[in-house]
Structure formats: C-alpha cells, structure tokens
C-alpha cells in the first residue's frame, strides 16, 4: 500500500506549513498552494514508490529554507556558541581530578570531539590540563601543609596549668615564597586557558 | 548547505534574473519552470525557494501569471513576463555582463587566461 509515501508528503507538508507561520497570511497560502501543486504534478498518480516520493521531496529542498526563501524565519536557529557538551568539557579540564583523573579525560575527549575550537585550541587546552588536575595534589605540599610531620604534646601539670613541649618538625617543604606563586600559578593557567577557550568558542572553528 | 549570505544574495539575485530569461522566450507554468532551473544543480539547489521568488516576482510585477487547463490533471498556473520584467531583464543582462567582465578581470578567471 502506499502509507508509507502517503505520511511521507503529509509530514512534509505538515512540516512546511508550521514553518511558514511566520509568514504574512498570503504569502503562506501562496507557498503552500505552489508546493502542494508541485508535488502533484512531480508525483503524478497514485501508487507511487517511496524512492520517487523521497528524491521528489529531497530535491524541494527543507521547509525551513524554503521559508526562508520566503522571507520568513532564518534558514536555521543561530547555534549556540558554547552547546552544554562543551560548557561541561572545559569545567572537567580544571576540575576533573575528581574521580582519578577520569573526569579530565572526559573533559579532554569532549574537547577534541568538538567543533567549537581550532586544532591548535585544543592543544592548548590538552597540555595545560596535567597541571590543573595534579593542582589538588601538589597543593598541600607547596604551602608546607603535608610535607613536614610536626609533632608536640601537651599535658596537664600537676598544679592544673597546661605544660607544651615544643613543636617539633622534620621532613622538608617548599618555603612558601616559592609555593604559594606556584600554586597560584597552577590554579590560575588552567582558569586562564578556560576561559580563553570559553571566549573563543564558536561553531565550525575545527 | 548555506552559501556565504554575500555568495547568497548575489546567487538570488541571478536566479531571479534568469526566472525572468527563462519567461522572455514563452510563458510556463510553475513546475516546468522550476524542473529547468534545477536541471543543472549548479544554480538552484533546493527547488521549493523558487516558488516564494516566482510569489515575489508577481507581487512585483515582473512576471503575471494565468490558469490554464491541462491536459492531465488540474489546471496549471502560468508564468508570463510583464512589460516591467522584461526592462528588468534588459537591465540586468547589461549590468551583469560588466558585473562578470569586472569579476573575471580581477580574479583571472576569464575563459581564455584559466
């Protein structure tokens, strides 16, 4: 039976007539009319094949463009410049350390499986990233937190004052002069680089 | 596929003009019109954007159109070219031939020197 090409035209038609909403009332009906009469006369009589229905339709072009030809809307809503899938890429790329590193790769596969930057973009965003993952990792040891063991005990004396031994340290740590630029290095390159890439994201760029 | 919008009006631009070229030799009715255009699939891509233009065209009066009957099928509207569009015709073979000249000069894409 021909159900198949017949929801084929409708949906077609049903597609174009949506479209055309926009459209100023003759304009519209104008359009439709032309379309429905070229369909009939491209399909001509009854049973058709489906591959005859789909080349006739292919070849009339999407609704939307012809719409467009119309004067009414764009051909295609404008695409957004950052989509969520490359909005969540880059926030993994910083903070992807969570989960052993997985989020990064995550954050790294979205970037490179993206369009939005240049192959030169995504290199950036790839080499800078090890740093910013390792960040939480690095970080205690730059500001001394856990690269030395302190150890001091208190006690209660027997007139009720409480008596500290004085703190001792060993191990080694960065003095914070170094550590604390560096860390602040490592946060803010990988900020940096996100929101370089943020900025200059785009569609069809790569 | 959208071309470039400069690309894109320019290709507009002369699509109309050869709806108009198409017309200057005999009247035709919608389908054959647009059956011709998109023959070469290097000026019309999508077949349905003729129609809104073929609107326009008569809305501006280049082109008026009258019901014929067919012989198979329901009648079929046809295409003539009015007084105005064959002016518009004539001044557009002229502009688009410096048009053209000028590109080709330009680019070094006459026939000749590629």
Same mark, same amino acid.
């Given at each position: ?9 409708? +949906? ?11 459209? =100023?009332?003759?304009?519209? #009906? ?27 339709? +292919?070849?009339?072009?999407? =609704? ?76 205690? &040891?730059?500001?001394? &937190? ?28 960065? =003095? ?10 490592? &946060? ?11 900025? #200059? ?6 | ?31 054959? @019109?647009?059956?011709? @255009? ?43 070219? $009015? ?10 073979? $002229? ?20």
């Amino acid at each position: 039976m021909t159900s198949t090409t017949d929801r084929l035209v409708h +949906d077609y038609l049903e597609a174009l007539e949506s479209a055309a909403a926009g459209l =100023p009332p003759d304009a519209r #009906r104008d359009l439709l009319a032309d379309i429905r009469e070229h369909l009939d006369q491209a399909l001509g009589s009854p049973p058709y094949d489906e591959i005859s229905v789909r080349i006739v339709l +292919d070849r009339l072009g999407e =609704p939307e463009e012809i719409v467009a030809a119309a004067g009414g809307r764009a051909v295609a809503p404008p695409e957004p410049r950052l989509r969520v899938r490359d909005a969540v890429g880059l926030a993994l790329l910083p903070f992807g350390a969570i989960a052993f590193g997985v989020g990064w790769l995550v954050g790294v596969v979205l970037l490179w499986t993206s369009d939005r930057w240049t192959t030169r973009e995504k290199l950036l965003g790839t080499l800078v990233w090890p740093g910013g993952v390792l960040a939480p990792v690095y970080a205690p &040891v730059l500001l001394g &937190v856990d690269g030395q063991r302190c150890s001091s005990s208190a006690s209660i004396g027997p007139d009720g004052t409480v008596v500290t031994t004085p703190e001792v340290c060993e191990g080694f740590t960065l =003095p914070q002069v170094v550590g604390v630029p560096l860390l602040i290095l490592l &946060v803010a390159v990988p900020v940096a680089v996100v929101l370089l890439l943020g900025s #200059r994201a785009a569609p069809r760029r790569g | 596929m959208v071309a470039p919008s400069g690309l894109a009006q320019l290709r507009r631009g002369a699509i109309e003009h050869c709806v108009l070229a198409l017309l200057d030799r005999e009247e035709r009715y919608g389908f054959d @019109l647009v059956r011709e @255009l998109g023959e070469s699939g290097e000026l019309v891509t999508s077949e349905g954007t003729i129609y809104p233009l073929l609107s326009r065209l008569r809305r501006d009066g280049l082109v008026e159109t009258t019901w014929r009957a067919s012989d198979a099928g329901p009648p079929r509207r046809y295409y003539r070219l $009015t007084d105005s569009g064959r002016t518009a015709l004539a001044g557009f073979r $002229t502009e688009w031939a410096r048009f053209r000249d000028a590109v080709d000069a330009v680019l070094g894409t006459r026939g000749d020197a590629a």
